[in-house]
């Protein structure tokens, strides 16, 4: 079947409303024609990728060129987070052409109705996703999210596609905006219970390598599972690095998914795919015995408040160790909190380092590890072992309180795995 438009958008498609609205038109019209759409649909709000990494200059040329043309959102877009914190990242040996870049990116976006929130977790403190919500968002961690925790509908729109999106306020309907492709087609029996963002974070990473589809959909049996948000959102964002996965279903705990019949649309498949506690705990690498590592690193996603008040709970009065660097990534929401109740400050006094609008994955993390003479990472996330092993990091996963621990007390045995530790 062709691809139908209406009235308005035949007139975006020829220029009737501006240049920008015919660019963003073809563009989302090559989109649909190739995924075989017949139709668009609305969308609620955009997220824009406002990152050098994936945009290139090509692309802020780009961006530039429509706001000078007079492009204006017609939607509420934010930004994703970006690859500098425009405050602190003179320290961590970042580029000053990438800054300028971001600079120039940020500035154009702004220039069209952007809000420049900077964060991957717009889920958590910007824009809140609901029920069955067409999406247009960016980043992938948080369409993961939006599909499988809120039962919202995105596909990934990366790059141009999440501007074009939010110039003509819709997208072409297909992928995971119909309902028939968001059941589950493999399904995966966790034994033994999670606990903590660490567990759920090898979980999704597991998932994830098993299927490495977009298009494939798993739904996840849990024992007495009860994951928390934090929780579901690293399960989300390291399913999708693993896998490209951007839809889910964690059974009984997710709206599409009350029972496993009804997350895979009353055809629940032959074959369930067991994981073990001992596969999850032997699945990624550990730190040698008593070797110190150079960074601990609490980003990919960033993180909410509940997760910066653990660490810092778990820190007490302690300090971070002399050889030893902690790094967290937040957004300005989370900041401006911290900042207002004095948590910022009692961290920072400790020794923590605060990284505000970034993730450190996207801040050309390969030039960081040798402005801080690092090798050795210890995080609890996967999503950032999996992108720093390629940046020439030895990365370890353990849970937040190994994390902690190993970041404050001197000769604490490092080797952790991603099953250890408690919630």
Same mark, same amino acid.
């Given at each position: ?26 563009? *989302? ?9 017949? $139709? ?92 069955? *919500? ?132 009353? %055809?629940?498949?032959? $074959? ?110 996967? %999503? ?17 309180? *190994? ?21």
């Amino acid at each position: 079947m062709a691809l139908v438009l209406d009235e308005k958008q035949q007139a975006m498609l020829q220029g009737d409303l501006g240049e920008p609205w015919r660019w963003a038109m073809n563009q *989302q019209i090559q989109v649909a024609e190739f995924f075989g759409a017949t $139709r668009f649909v609305a969308v609620d709000s955009a997220q824009a990728g406002a990152e050098v990494g994936t945009m290139g200059e090509v692309g802020v040329e780009l961006v530039e060129q429509l706001a000078e043309a007079g492009a204006r959102f017609q939607i509420p877009t934010i930004t994703a987070a970006c690859s500098v914190d425009f405050q602190r990242s003179e320290g961590y040996g970042v580029p000053s052409s990438q800054v300028a870049l971001e600079h120039r990116l940020h500035k154009a976006l702004r220039q069209m109705g952007c809000i420049d929130t900077s964060t991957c977790i717009n889920y958590q403190t910007v824009s809140p996703p609901r029920f069955r *919500q067409h999406l247009a968002w960016g980043d992938t961690g948080a369409v993961a999210f939006a599909n499988g925790v809120a039962g919202a509908r995105s596909n990934y729109e990366a790059g141009p596609a999440s501007i074009a999106a939010a110039l003509t306020g819709m997208v072409p309907a297909y992928g995971f905006h119909l309902a028939e492709n968001r059941r589950a087609t493999r399904v995966f029996e966790v034994g033994g219970l999670m606990r903590g963002t660490a567990d759920w974070s090898a979980l999704g990473a597991w998932v994830g390598k098993e299927i490495a589809d977009y298009w494939t959909v798993p739904a996840v049996v849990v024992p007495d599972a009860n994951p928390g948000i934090d929780e579901l959102k690293h399960f989300a964002a390291a399913a999708a690095s693993f896998g490209s996965i951007a839809m889910f279903h964690v059974v009984g705990c997710t709206p599409e998914a009350p029972t496993l019949l009804e997350a895979c649309g009353g %055809k629940v498949p032959e $074959r369930l795919e067991r994981i073990s506690r001992d596969d999850l705990a032997h699945a990624f690498p550990t730190l040698p015995a008593r070797e110190q590592p150079d960074l601990v690193v609490f980003s990919a996603p960033q993180l909410s408040i509940h997760e910066v008040a653990l660490i810092m709970r778990l820190m007490g009065t302690r300090q971070v160790r002399q050889g030893t660097r902690v790094i967290v990534t937040i957004n300005a929401q989370v900041e401006g909190e911290l900042a207002r109740t004095g948590m910022l400050q009692t961290l920072e006094a400790a020794g923590v380092e605060i990284l505000c609008g970034t993730c450190f994955y996207v801040m050309a993390p390969a030039v960081v590890r040798l402005a801080l003479n690092a090798r050795t990472v210890l995080t609890p996330s996967t %999503k950032l072992l999996n992108i720093l092993r390629g940046a020439g990091y030895e990365v370890a996963l353990g849970s937040v309180e *190994q994390c902690v621990e190993a970041a404050v007390h001197a000769g604490v045995h490092a080797g952790v795995h991603a099953a250890g530790g408690t919630p």
